[in-house]
């Protein structure tokens, strides 16, 4: 196998560059970095560091990612966790100029398969397809992302149609054949490479003669711009709000910006214990009766501590499918969830959803062995 070169643009990304070195699953040699990720210390690997200048034009800034991107691919492959957003997509287009394999793993933000196209929508992404081999030096192409906005409305994840595609389910690898015309054969499920050693399906009812002790995990929407300033203020921090009359601890995301993280600890009230922004291990440590959130993978990590988790939709991009399981719960906003959590606090026994696809279908549980046969094809 050739040397990869990993682009890095979170935590999460950076504890995901570890767990390929720990576990010698790609020759991963060099990280390309927007900014500066204290994991990546640990693994000894040299790191470039790409932090654009926010002064600068849009299309210089592309074309300066794509410079350095280039710089870097010269005999080696590619290796991203997402490939949608301008640093992500100049990044996938240099390694489609360099002629570099590209390989694409699911990271923790993309969650599932939430935004289906609908009707004659979903056979037109060829008409996208054709813009994706502009010349190098164009800037980034805002009609092929107009257009994938009004085809695909949500996720654009495996936009950029990758060599290799290692996904979380059957569901997200259905969409990236439909949506995005990939190879099916190139599409891998191996369920997350971040996994706890397993998944509980029951949990220990909270005590009644106590409060009820809500975890609430934390998004940076508007970052990455999955939620308008509006939603966010009309829908994601009432949310917040409405726990405050529980024993509330609020985990904040680790890329939320300090801006946004200082209203959401005020939306959460004086006496909330905000757990700070560190990545969440795959087993959650935090004391919880139920946890709640718009569409957090790290209810993952809740699962397997047999933790319940609700889901409720704020107007997000990123809208949790209906998942059937026992831990599982959906619900329509803040007034439903506050109403659901104070049921499950009096009668000891938690709304999950009796209708949608099984957790399964979403995320593969696997042996350890599917993501290195994956690889190795």
Request: glycine share 8%; proline share 6%.
């Given at each position: 196998m050739k040397p990869t070169l990993a682009f890095c643009e979170s935590d999460t990304h950076a504890a995901m560059i570890c767990e390929l070195q720990r576990r010698s699953l790609l020759p991963v040699d060099h990280v390309l970095a927007t900014g500066r990720f204290p994991r990546l210390d640990a693994t000894n690997l040299p790191v470039t560091l790409f932090t654009p200048d926010p002064s600068l034009p849009p299309a210089e800034v592309w074309q300066q990612a794509q410079s350095v991107a280039l710089g870097l691919l010269d005999r080696r492959d590619l290796v991203q966790f997402?490939?949608?957003?301008?640093?992500?997509?100049?990044?996938?287009?240099?390694?489609?100029?360099?002629?570099?394999?590209?390989?694409?793993?699911?990271?923790?933000?993309?969650?599932?398969?939430?935004?289906?196209?609908?009707?004659?929508?979903?056979?037109?992404?060829?008409?996208?397809?054709?813009?994706?081999?502009?010349?190098?030096?164009?800037?980034?192409?805002?009609?092929?992302?107009?257009?994938?906005?009004?085809?695909?409305?949500?996720?654009?994840?495996?936009?950029?149609?990758?060599?290799?595609?290692?996904?979380?389910?059957?569901?997200?690898?259905?969409?990236?054949?439909?949506?995005?015309?990939?190879?099916?054969?190139?599409?891998?499920?191996?369920g997350p490479l971040l996994r706890p050693d397993s998944l509980q399906t029951d949990y220990t009812p909270p005590a009644p003669d106590r409060p009820l002790r809500v975890l609430f995990l934390d998004q940076c929407f508007l970052r990455y711009r999955r939620m308008s300033r509006k939603a966010w203020q009309e829908n994601y921090l009432p949310l917040i709000r409405s726990l405050s009359g529980f024993d509330l601890t609020v985990k904040l995301h680790p890329s939320q910006p300090g801006v946004d993280g200082a209203d959401v600890i005020k939306s959460a009230g004086p006496q909330a214990v905000i757990a700070g922004n560190d990545r969440l291990p795959e087993t959650l440590s935090l004391p919880a009766d139920v946890a709640v959130t718009v569409s957090s993978t790290a209810f993952i990590a809740c699962l397997a501590a047999g933790v319940p988790v609700i889901f409720c939709d704020c107007g997000a991009l990123d809208r949790m499918p209906k998942i059937r399981h026992e831990l599982v719960a959906n619900t329509e906003n803040s007034e439903a969830t506050s109403a659901a959590l104070q049921r499950f606090h009096k009668t000891g026994i938690f709304p999950l959803n009796t209708t949608g696809d099984p957790l399964c279908r979403h995320l593969f549980m696997p042996g350890a062995d599917k993501f290195p046969n994956a690889l190795r094809l």
């Open positions: 997402q490939d949608q957003g301008w640093m992500a997509e100049a990044v996938s287009m240099a390694g489609k100029s360099a002629g570099a394999y590209r390989t694409l793993i699911q990271d923790g933000y993309l969650t599932f398969d939430t935004a289906r196209a609908f009707g004659p929508r979903r056979f037109l992404w060829p008409l996208t397809s054709k813009l994706d081999w502009l010349p190098l030096r164009t800037p980034r192409p805002r009609l092929r992302v107009w257009l994938n906005r009004f085809l695909y409305r949500q996720h654009y994840f495996g936009i950029t149609r990758p060599d290799r595609a290692l996904v979380f389910g059957e569901a997200m690898k259905d969409r990236l054949v439909r949506q995005f015309g990939m190879d099916d054969t190139s599409v891998h499920v191996t």
